[in-house]
């Protein structure tokens, strides 16, 4: 996979996405705006992200690269198929649903990988290499960067 890194504009909240390049901005393919950017040595040369081309932050977390709403579809539909089972009294296809649903869950958690995401303005970065620093997520850590920002010009 190609690395792309994800985020929002700071003006009007469209999606942006581009490479690990060094370019000095960017300009939002919604609203038009040029967002200032910095690409560290380490993002363009090792593909490693040590702070974040969109606020100039350097904490992340790093999270499973799913799309949450497909994830909790998925654990939806099992459900409401238990329920089925059980309101026609087949206990044991009711537990076989559940099981098969998390079963469907333990594989789409071992084939997907993870991805970088910035504590302070949420950008996401996929395709770069893991960095140790980055840990699972942690609740203190996005009150305390929570905001959007900047680190550097606007």
């Known amino acids: ?58 904490d992340f977390y790093i999270q499973k690269d799913f799309n949450r709403a497909l994830g909790v579809s998925i654990v939806g539909v099992g459900i409401l198929a238990s329920t089925y089972f059980f309101h026609y009294r087949q206990p044991f296809l009711a537990m076989a649903s559940l099981v098969v649903t998390a079963l469907i869950d333990l594989l789409i958690y071992a084939l997907v990988g993870n991805v970088s995401v910035c504590y302070s303005c949420h950008a996401v970065y996929r395709g770069f290499e893991p960095n140790p620093e980055h840990e699972a997520f942690d609740l203190k850590k996005l009150e305390k960067y929570g905001g959007r920002t900047p680190r550097f010009g606007a």
């Open 1 to 58: 996979m190609s690395p792309i890194i994800q985020f929002k504009c700071r003006s009007c909240d469209g999606e942006i996405s581009l490479g690990p390049e060094p370019v000095e901005g960017v300009a939002c393919p919604s609203c038009k705006t040029t967002n200032p950017l910095r690409v560290s040595s380490s993002l363009a040369k090792w593909k490693k992200v040590t702070g974040c081309v969109a606020c100039g932050h350097t």
